[in-house]
């Protein structure tokens, strides 16, 4: 079974802090994302990565940047973290597709952040 | 560009009763289309997925058919149960720029099953 895992469920943090989510997947996938998930929003890609040290800049990118340093793990990064950024975080990763199916996505359990 | 529209919600039915949530889809190519279930606490678990027009998907007793013509994908289940209480996605999957392939979700249905 793929299995992706974030680094934490819960985080409180401080206006202005730095803040790191980790999310790392055990099946070798090519491509990652970083999602979030607010009420009557839905799902929004933040950033996405296809490749080590490759990242795409996602629909709402600002105030985050993220890492991929190696294939397994990547990581979200809030430089200075504001109240507005207070969500719940989910990281994805999937195969690229080698034929016309397209691939499913796989999620992480999310990491609800909570910016005082 | 690509985008999911999806009924909103809440939605509550009793046990036992029949479950449709429509989801409508927009894409400039041939999409794939997938149901994604998110139960209170957890990320987001795929439920059923098709690739093209007229599969259909189904799993757990829930169904979906990909419908080209009306660009549609609307779940469906004949006798919804207590632990199907979830929020549900509607996704579609189309090509990344580069390489590999985005997705685009609905905003969520929220479906609560009363005994």
């Known amino acids: 079974d793929v299995k992706v895992t974030q680094s934490s469920r819960y985080l409180v943090k401080r206006t202005g802090e730095k803040v790191f989510l980790e999310c790392v997947q055990d099946m070798d996938h090519e491509n990652m994302f970083w999602y979030r998930q607010d009420p009557g929003l839905g ?19 600002e105030g985050y940047s993220v890492s991929r340093e190696k294939k397994e793990r990547f990581s979200l990064i809030l430089e200075s973290a504001s109240t507005n950024q207070t969500s719940m975080y989910l990281c994805a990763s999937s195969l690229i597709p080698h034929s016309e199916a397209r691939e499913t996505q796989y ?8 910016v005082l | 560009g690509d985008s999911v529209t999806q009924m909103e919600g809440p939605v509550t039915l009793s046990e036992e009763a029949f479950l449709t949530i429509n989801c409508t889809y927009t894409a400039t190519g041939y999409p794939s ?18 690739t093209k027009a007229d599969d259909k998907g189904s799993n757990k007793g829930f169904e979906a058919t990909y419908r080209k013509e009306t660009t549609s994908f609307h779940l469906e289940k004949g006798s919804v149960q207590v632990s199907d209480s979830a929020v549900y996605f509607c996704a579609l999957s189309d090509r990344l720029k580069n390489t590999g392939n985005q997705f685009y979700f609905g905003t969520g249905t929220s479906l609560t099953v009363i005994p």
């Open chain 2, 33 to 50: 289309l997938f149901w994604y279930v998110q139960y209170p606490g957890e990320g987001l678990q795929l439920l059923l997925k098709a």
């Open chain 1, 43 to 61: 799902l929004r890609l933040i950033y996405f990565s296809y490749d080590v040290k490759m990242k795409e800049k996602g629909d709402i990118p």
């Open chain 1, 107 to 114: 999620f992480g359990p999310g990491t609800r952040l909570l």
